[in-house]
């Protein structure tokens, strides 16, 4: 079988296809299948040999991106077996048949339909085969063979990194590598040159350059300044077959940005400043501004001022702002421009980040001069020192002169000034002033011992201009003259034992005084002259400001006197010298022999307990009261009584009350009050069971048939005429109630008073069928026959 590769269409490849038909003829040639064949050689007899049979197989190549309007010609398949008759069919399988590739089942010619992209896929295997089309058994075995698509130029070089940002520094070498940049081409590098790309620069030119094969962008030039250019757009291209005409290209654009380096001194715009300053200015306050200007930028662009000369280098001082790079001159001391009017000042500006290879273009420094105009303006009156201390004596006159201040206007005008003080606070008001001398003076009396210091302002203005005012602060002191008498420093409690000895001290006192100690420092102490001598006691001035107090006598009782009396005068030694007396209070005690108090009187006792009378009567009025409190809670609980009957719901018709207590169960037994109640039952006379009369009494008989006449009245004073004549009557008055029904009636009575003793067996269940009316009265009667059953 033979095979013919494929025929050109495009014809800018028609030398390629010529090449690819030798090619295929030489080489690719036909798969033959070698039968059974017989050669008849002159002079030779006829040979068999075995028949040998195979497929010699060769690639197909196939052109991509075929756009013709007919399938493309791959080649052909052809068996030794066809004779041509039609009896061969040939089959093809595999990756695209049938659908990309079809075969002429007679012929053997392959066609393909679709247009191929060597980028998506470069190859194809498929497989082939013969058979008898009558019989459908293969006249050869299967065998495989490869369909490769040949490349074109059909790819343009990328860059699949671009657009570039890059930076290189300023004034660098020529030659300096920038980027290196690269572009790929998506055709087949093993093939022709499509994908051979070659670098060119379009745009960026004479900067930079690039390498043309491996891309590589360098600077052209030397020193390139970026105060003079920053930015640089560089496009570079890549174009394949090498460069030559026909490839295809692309571009990409690489933003070049020189970054700053220090190559450039500051400079002042102006070698001479001039400023103005008011006196008024405050120390510590900026006062102007001044800049040098750097072409560089960044920390290459910073700057440090200062003030390296001049006469004014000790009021004024430079600092830097770092943010504007701006020199900040402020005030260091007030101006006076009555005292000077102007000052000059040498400037420098200096870079503080240098960079030594290019200390050839420095100094990296600049000196400019600054001269600062002192501004006359209108200041308020000038005290003649920062505040003043002044003294008056206590006790001083009102109107009593303390002292001046002065202020004078610091302008030449010299204008008049006025003086006042300002009454801001209490102490302001103790002082007057004279608004025209500034002479102070006292406006009260002063007390050392109670205010010994003042704090007062005082405030100057000009007359012209009373807006201008100025304050200074005025301290007055109030001396101290000898006005208090000194006294002793505490109450002493003097105890003197019962077996003190002459000449032994019993105390030691000492003396106080409110005034200053050049006024009281030194007390004298001495007892009274003008009273006659102590026998008992005596005092000894200890000559540093303390006094000792000796016993006179050997024993002391307290039977005798237990309190003694010691008058003792002390004088200081102030001018004029002041004196006072007090009285110390000597109490005798029982002493051990160590010394120690054992026992004083009750009221000394006391006294040395610490307790004065306001508390010792708060002490008993207490008691009185808690006394006062018992007595009451006594006497309430004796005469409170319980009431006989309490329930509201007692429905007796008679309440008998006892207002006493009675005598208990003597007071019961005494009467018999059923008796009383009834007089029908009194047939005899019944006698107390709780005592033996002395006296019998003659019994009292009544007949049965008077019974029914007594009258009650007549019965009951008989009965009280007997209780009064009868001995054995309890001595205490007794009252008693006596409650009378009347005679009995026929069917008896309902009431509960004689129920108390008696007990009944009487059914009251009944009382439930009277009605509504006698609800209450079942309700109660049965409630007490349940307590009974109880």
């Known amino acids: 079988m033979r095979i013919t590769s494929t025929s050109c269409i495009c014809p800018v490849l028609v030398c390629l296809c010529f090449v690819q038909r030798c090619y295929g003829a030489a080489h690719h040639g036909s798969i033959k299948v070698t039968r059974n ?78 247009s191929l992209d060597r980028e998506q896929k470069t190859h194809y295997v498929l497989h082939a085969q013969a058979i008898d089309r009558r019989t459908n058994k293969p006249l050869e075995p299967e065998s495989e063979f490869i369909i490769k698509v040949q490349d074109i130029n059909d790819n343009a070089p990328k860059f699949t990194d671009g657009p570039y940002i890059v930076t290189v520094p300023e004034m660098s070498e020529m030659g300096t590598s920038v980027l290196q940049v690269t572009a790929t081409d998506a055709d087949d590098p093993t093939y022709g040159n499509s994908a051979r790309v070659v670098y060119s620069i379009l745009q960026g030119q004479p900067y930079f350059s690039v390498d043309p094969k491996t891309g590589v962008i360098r600077t052209a030039l030397h020193n390139m300044d970026r105060e003079a250019r920053e930015h640089y757009s560089v496009v570079i291209q890549a174009k394949d077959m090498a460069g030559q005409v026909g490839g295809l290209s692309g571009s990409t654009t690489v933003n070049i940005t020189l970054t700053d380096v220090n190559d450039n001194p500051p400079r002042f715009p102006q070698k001479h400043y001039q400023l103005y300053v008011p006196e008024s200015a405050q120390v510590g306050s900026a006062v102007g501004k001044i800049k040098a200007n750097d072409a560089d930028t960044g920390s290459n662009a910073d700057m440090k001022y200062t003030i390296i000369n001049g006469d004014g280098s000790g009021v004024f001082s430079i600092s830097t702002d770092k943010e504007t790079r701006e020199g900040i001159l402020s005030l260091k001391k007030p101006l006076n421009y009555e005292k000077k009017k102007s000052y000059t000042l040498n400037i420098e500006g200096a870079n503080t980040h240098l960079d030594f290879r290019f200390s050839h273009l420095g100094p990296f420094k600049d000196v400019t001069m600054l001269k600062i105009i002192v501004g006359d303006v209108d200041e308020p009156p000038l005290f003649t020192m920062p505040s003043y201390v002044m003294e008056v004596y206590e006790n001083a006159k009102i109107g009593t002169a303390v002292g001046t201040v002065t202020a004078q206007d610091p302008d030449t ?66 001396l101290d003259v000898n006005d208090n008498p000194p006294e002793l420093a505490r109450e002493y409690d003097v105890v003197v034992c019962e077996n003190a000895k002459p000449g032994q001290v019993i105390q030691t006192i000492t003396a106080t005084d409110k005034d200053y100690s050049a006024n009281g420092a030194r007390f004298h102490f001495s007892i009274d002259e003008g009273l006659s001598l102590n026998p008992n006691f005596t005092l000894r001035d200890n000559e540093d400001n303390t006094a000792s107090i000796l016993a006179r006598r050997r024993r002391y009782s307290r039977t005798t006197q237990d309190i003694y009396y010691l008058p003792v005068l002390i004088s200081d030694g102030g001018v004029p010298p002041l004196s006072s007396s007090s009285t110390l209070t000597i109490r005798v005690c029982a002493c051990e022999r160590d010394g120690r108090v054992r026992t004083c009187h009750a009221e000394a006792f006391l006294s040395s307990a610490g307790l004065s009378t306001g508390a010792l009567i708060a002490i008993l009025l207490c008691v009185v009261i808690l006394l006062a409190i018992v007595v009451l809670f006594i006497t309430l609980r004796r005469s409170k009584k319980e009431p006989l009957i309490i329930s509201e719901e007692d429905v007796r018709e008679n309440v008998v009350t006892y207002d006493d207590e009675g005598g208990g169960e003597e007071d019961t037994e005494a009467f018999d009050i059923t008796a009383l109640r009834n007089p029908s039952a009194a047939e005899e006379l019944k006698y107390r069971r709780d005592v033996r009369p002395e006296v019998k009494p003659v019994p009292r008989h009544h007949p049965s048939s008077s019974l029914d006449s007594i009258d009650v009245q007549e019965f009951i004073k008989q009965r009280l005429a007997e209780a009064d004549l009868d001995p054995s009557v309890p001595p205490y008055d007794s009252l008693q109630t006596y409650a009378y029904e009347g005679h009995r009636s026929e069917t008896g009575s309902i009431s509960s008073l004689d129920s108390a003793t008696t007990h009944s067996d009487q059914d009251y269940n009944y009382l439930g069928d009277w009605g509504p009316e006698f609800k209450k009265l079942a309700e109660l009667y049965g409630e007490i026959e349940s307590e009974r059953t109880t």
């Open 37 to 114: 064949q017989t050669k008849h050689v002159e002079g030779e007899t006829e040979v068999h040999h075995r028949p040998k049979r195979g497929w010699v197989w060769n690639q197909f190549f196939v052109l991509e991106e075929h756009m013709g309007p007919d399938p493309q010609y791959v080649g052909k398949l052809h068996s030794n077996s066809d004779k041509g008759d039609g009896s061969v069919k040939y089959i093809l399988t595999g990756e695209g048949a049938g659908t990309i590739f079809i075969i002429d089942d007679t012929t053997g010619d392959i066609h393909s339909t679709k």
């Open 413 to 478: 005008a010299n204008s008049l000034v006025r003086y006042f003080i300002d009454h801001n606070t209490e102490e302001d008001r103790y002082f007057t002033i004279d608004a025209s001398t500034g002479t102070i003076k006292t406006a009260k009396i002063f007390d050392r011992e109670e205010t010994p210091w003042y704090n007062i302002t005082v405030a100057a203005s000009e007359i012209d201009n009373p807006g201008l005012v100025s304050h200074v602060p005025v301290g007055v002191r109030i």
